[in-house]
C-alpha cells in the first residue's frame, strides 16, 4: 500500500498488479521473490471486526500469498512499522507516519515485530518463507538495532544495500555510498562492512547512475504519457523531501534498478554493464503498485532476449555459503 494520506485499494496496489507481473513471469518459466509486508497481513486481522471489506482484503491477500508459494515463488520479510499504530476508519486507513524506521522502537519491540511478522509469512507460506529480508524505505540502518532480532528470527539474507544510495530526512534516511563494490559479501553489525565468516549474507540490489534528465523525463511521461506509463496503483505516496528531489532533478546520483514505471527503461543496459563489471548477481526490484504496461513490456523483452533461464530465487544461497553465479529478479 502507498505510505500516505491516499495508501490506495488492496486490488489496485496489490491483487491486481502482480497478477499482470505473474502473466509475464509465467510465460518464462521465472520464479520471483515476494518481499511481502507482513505488518499489512497483521493490521487487517486487527481492524476486519470494524468492516466487512477488511475481512474481505484479508483473505484476498493472505489466498495470493498463498497461491504465490504453491507456485514456487519465494515469499521473504519486509517490515513497514508504521502499521503498528495505524488504524481503519471510515474513511480509510490512518497512518503512523511518525514511526517509519523499524530500528526507532524499543529493543523489546524490534524482536517482537519480527517474530510476529516472520511468523505470518511463515503461516501462509510454510516454514521455509521469510529468511531473507529488506528493510521498509530501505532503512536499514544502524543495523546494529536490528541484528539480534533478524538472527533469532531465522534471517540469514539481506537484501536492502544499493550501492551509492543515499536518502536524508528525518522520515527516510540511509546512506550506502561506502557499500562493497562486490556482487555479495558477508557481514555482522553493519551491512556496509564485510566480514569474512559473518553470519548475514548481502545480497545488494542492482544500482544504476540516473541522470538529472531521466528524472525530468519519467515525471513528462507519468503526466503526460498516457496510459502505458500510468502505474497499475490508486494511491499516491508521501512527496521526497525537497533536498533529495532537488538533488535527482539536478544531479546525476544511483537509482536502484527496477520495475517502476520508466526505471524500467535501463533494465537491459544496466544488466549488460554489471556483466562487463564481472558482477556476477543483478538483483531487480520492482513494487506491484508502481507497475505500468511499459515496464511490463520492458520485463517482456528483458526475458526474451534470454535473461529468463537465468532467473533465481534466494533458494542457492541459502544451501550453501558462495551460490555458483545465479541472478535473482526479485520483486
Known amino acids: 500500500m502507498f505510505f500516505g494520506r491516499r495508501t490506495g485499494t488492496v486490488a489496485r496496489t496489490l491483487l491486481e498488479p502482480t497478477q499482470a507481473l505473474l502473466r509475464v513471469a509465467d510465460r518464462y518459466g521465472a520464479k520471483l521473490v515476494f518481499f511481502v509486508d507482513a505488518g499489512f497481513v497483521l493490521r487487517l486481522r486487527a481492524e476486519m471486526h470494524k468492516a466487512a471489506s477488511l475481512r474481505d482484503e484479508h483473505d484476498a491477500v493472505c489466498r495470493q500469498v498463498e497461491a504465490l508459494a504453491r507456485a514456487g515463488h519465494e515469499i521473504q520479510l519486509h517490515i513497514h512499522p508504521h502499521w503498528e499504530g495505524s488504524y481503519w476508519t471510515a474513511s480509510g486507513w490512518r497512518l503512523d507516519e511518525a ?61 536492502t544495500v544499493y550501492a551509492g544510495g543515499r536518502c536524508g530526512g528525518e522520515i527516510q534516511a540511509y546512506d550506502f555510498r561506502g557499500a562493497p563494490e562486490k556482487s555479495r559479501w558477508r557481514f555482522d553489525r553493519d551491512p556496509l562492512v564485510e566480514v569474512r565468516d559473518g553470519p548475514f549474507l548481502e545480497v545488494p540490489i542492482a544500482s544504476w547512475r540516473a541522470s538529472p534528465l531521466f528524472y525530468w523525463r519519467w515525471a513528462w511521461l507519468k503526466k503526460f504519457g498516457g496510459p502505458r506509463h500510468r502505474a497499475f496503483g490508486d494511491g499516491r505516496a508521501i512527496a521526497p523531501g525537497a533536498s533529495d528531489l532537488v538533488r535527482k532533478l539536478l544531479l546525476p546520483g544511483a537509482s536502484v534498478v527496477s ?29 506491484p503498485k508502481a507497475l505500468t504496461p511499459y515496464s511490463l513490456e520492458r520485463l517482456e523483452a528483458f526475458l526474451a532476449g534470454g535473461s529468463a533461464g537465468q532467473v533465481s530465487t534466494f533458494a542457492p544461497y541459502r544451501q550453501k555459503k558462495e551460490a555458483a553465479r545465479p541472478e535473482a529478479l526479485a520483486a
Open 259 to 287: 520495475l517502476d514505471g520508466y526505471k524500467a527503461s535501463f533494465l537491459e543496459a544496466a544488466a549488460a554493464r554489471y556483466q562487463a563489471r564481472g558482477l556476477e548477481d543483478f538483483v531487480v526490484i520492482g513494487h
Open 99 to 159: 514511526r517509519y524506521a523499524l530500528h526507532a522502537f524499543e529493543p523489546a519491540a524490534i524482536v517482537d515485530i519480527v517474530r510476529r511478522y516472520t511468523a505470518v509469512l511463515r503461516e501462509l507460506a510454510g516454514p521455509d518463507a521469510a529468511y531473507a529480508y529488506r528493510a521498509g524505505g530501505w532503512v536499514i540502518q544502524p543495523f546494529e538495532k536490528l541484528r539480534d532480532a533478524l538472527r533469532q528470527a531465522g534471517v540469514l539474507i539481506d537484501s
